[in-house]
């Protein structure tokens, strides 16, 4: 049964630091999402990577997938607070969509 | 405007009661997809459809049906609901290359259920 974890589920941090949140999955895929979450809002897609060693960026963050090691992260550099928000990863095998718990962010000033 | 559109956005029902959480999409997707959200457990799927007329358990399906006879349209049937089927639930969409999934998912603006 796919499993996706993600680490750290709760993270504060200081505007203008640095700091990566992971995503571990249990089975073989190579399809793997990232997304956004305002408080009482819908989900808002970030990052599509489809193969080993896709990376891409938007802005204060960075995503990345390593299939061997059924691992990606999301790399945020010099946060603002613009970035509180829960971050979702989630995994896809042939339409089974497997969501991590989400890491909530909190950035302050 | 590309969206996909879920009513109602908020249910109060009791147990027992059938419901229905209709879900539309305008972006002629293949794929569609139903969700539901608890806190600390993320999004778990509830059933999914790759195409009109193809079906599939997702991850926590007891208690649910759905049915897809168009493409744009994919309901989620509560038969027979009970206290524990209160959640934040969310419909999502997208695109298909063959037996894949081809891109990010849309989604719905959610419905929020509560069964008394």
């Known amino acids: 049964e796919l499993k996706v974890e993600q680490n750290p589920l709760f993270l504060s941090m200081q505007e203008g630091k640095n700091y990566t949140i992971y995503c571990n999955y249990s089975t073989t895929s190579d399809r793997l999402y990232w997304y956004r979450q305002d408080p009482g809002k819908s989900l808002e897609s970030l990052f599509v990577?489809?193969?080993?060693?896709a990376v891409k960026q938007e802005g204060r963050l960075m995503a990345s997938l390593d299939t061997k090691a059924r691992l990606s992260t999301l790399h945020i550099t010099a946060a603002v607070h613009d970035l509180s928000a829960t971050y979702f990863c989630a995994v896809d095998t042939s339409g089974d969509m497997r969501f991590g718990a989400g890491t909530r962010l909190t950035v302050k000033p | 405007e590309a969206q996909v559109t879920q009513n109602p956005r908020y249910l109060i029902t009791v147990t027992g009661k059938k419901l229905t959480v209709t879900c539309s999409q305008n972006m002629n997707h293949e794929y569609m997809s139903w969700y539901r959200q608890d806190p600390g457990l993320g999004l778990r799927q509830i059933y999914y459809?790759?195409?009109?007329?193809?079906?599939d358990k997702g991850d926590v399906p007891e208690g649910y049906k759905v049915s897809r006879k168009e493409k744009r349209n994919f309901p989620l049937i509560l038969e027979s609901p009970s206290p524990n089927q209160t959640s934040l639930y969310f419909c999502a969409s997208t695109s298909t290359g063959g037996s894949w999934i081809s891109g990010e998912l849309f989604f719905g603006e959610g419905s929020r259920l509560t069964v008394l």
């Open positions: 459809s790759m195409n009109v007329e193809a079906t």
């Open positions: 990577l489809l193969s080993n060693g």
